[in-house]
Each structure stands twice: as C-alpha cells, then as structure tokens.
C-alpha cells in the first residue's frame, strides 16, 4: 500500500519510496513463505543447486523455487527457471533505491507495481496451496 500511495502522491522522492516499499514487502514475505530452515532441508534434494546458497543462506532464488517446488517438474521445469530468475531481477531492481537519482518514468513504475501485483498473487496462492482449489 506504501507503494501505491507513494505513486499517486506528490513527493519528489516517490521513486525511492515504491522501490523501497516493494524490497521490502519481498523480502519478508520471502522469509516468511519460505524460511532459512525449509529452504535448507530443500536444497539438499535440488539437482541444481546453483546459486541456491550465498554465505550458508538460501538466496531469493532458492526461495522462489522451494516455494514453486510442486510444481518443479517436467514439463515446466526450464520455465519455472526462467520464470524465477525473472522475478529475483525484478527483486534486484528494487535495490536501485540507493542510487541518487531514479530515472524511473511514471508508466515503468506502473508497470512494476502491476508487474509486482501479479507475482504476488502467484506467490502467495502457490504457497498456501489456495491454487488447487
């Protein structure tokens, strides 16, 4: 919501503000669908487990993934790859919140709200297993 009122409100800052809302929305709901212990319990069983950990952590990747993980099989395999990486550069566009100047148009930041929207509606179902019903 702090992204939202962020776009419709006047502040010079507001870009900042989106990117930071939305970092932040991510990184807790990713921590908190996906825990350090599950997650790492997870990649054990992973074929690929590229980029799965960084520093002993499991990476938003890994988080992603255990979150996609019933459904981490042939045929959607290559697109769930895809498709998470997709969504972690996504995630790392939001860190662009340190850079001084953001030279994010209104319409890019309509878009990555829309776009963030979308994501976190498919997160959320897939992990509380709402989408089988």
């Known amino acids: 919501m702090g992204a939202r ?13 989106i990117l930071s809302s939305l970092r932040e929305l991510w990184n807790h709901l990713l921590r908190r669908v996906a ?18 950990l960084h520093d002993g952590k499991p990476t938003r990747r890994a988080r ?30 939001f860190n662009r919140v340190h850079e001084l100047e953001t030279e994010l148009t209104d319409e890019q930041l309509r878009a990555i709200l829309l776009k963030t929207d979308s994501w976190l509606m498919y997160i959320l179902q897939i992990s509380s297993g709402s989408f089988h019903k």
Not at 5 to 17: I, K, M, V, W
Not at 35 to 52: C, E, F, H, R, Y
Not at 65 to 81: A, G, M, S
Request: overall charge negative; hydrophobic content about 45%; some cysteine.
């Open 35 to 52: 825990p350090d212990d599950l997650v790492a319990a997870w990649i054990p069983g992973v074929s690929n487990q590229k980029d799965l």
């Open 64 to 93: 992603v993934l255990y979150v996609c993980r019933e459904l981490n099989n042939d045929p959607l395999t290559d697109f769930l790859i895809h498709d998470t990486r997709a969504l972690v550069k996504l995630i790392e566009l």
């Open 5 to 17: 009122d962020a776009l419709y409100g006047n502040n010079a800052d507001r870009a900042r503000h």
